[in-house]
Nanobody, 114 residues
Framework: QVQLVESGGGSVQAGGSLRLSCAAS????????MGWYRQAPGKQRESVAV???????DYADSVKGRFTISRDNGKKTVYLQMNSLKPEDTAVYYC????????WGQGTQVTVSS
């Protein structure tokens, strides 16, 4: 059984920063890729950032240069540093990891006010 627990969401004004964390626990030997999706009200879920086991990363065009994804393999944790936040970044952010299957966190709300 794999569980993902997210933390770090909240409310911030435009231009501010937040750091999301997502810790995996359970019967885990190694994790392949880890990442973050988000879903805004009335919109489809979209990929924000992903990081491979070797540290290679990929970002949505809308967050490039503002968000940074990283991971600590020893802690089985993935992070999302979000800078220069915009109101359009408001969404529920979900972390995920791929081991044998894809596992999801419960989601954390990020609200950016103008």
């Amino acid at each position: 059984q794999v569980q993902l627990v997210e933390s770090g969401g909240g409310s911030v004004q435009a231009g501010g920063s937040l750091r999301l964390s997502c810790a995996a626990s359970g019967n885990i030997f190694s994790i392949n890729f880890m990442g973050w999706y988000r879903q805004a009200p009335g919109k489809q879920r979209e990929s924000v950032a992903v990081i491979g086991s070797g540290g290679n990363t990929d970002y949505a065009d809308s967050v490039k240069g503002r968000f940074t994804i990283s991971r600590d393999n020893g802690k089985k944790t993935v992070y999302l540093q979000m800078n220069s936040l915009k109101p359009e970044d408001t969404a529920v952010y979900y972390c995920y990891c791929h081991i044998h299957d894809v596992h999801w966190g419960q989601g954390t709300q990020v609200t950016v006010s103008s």
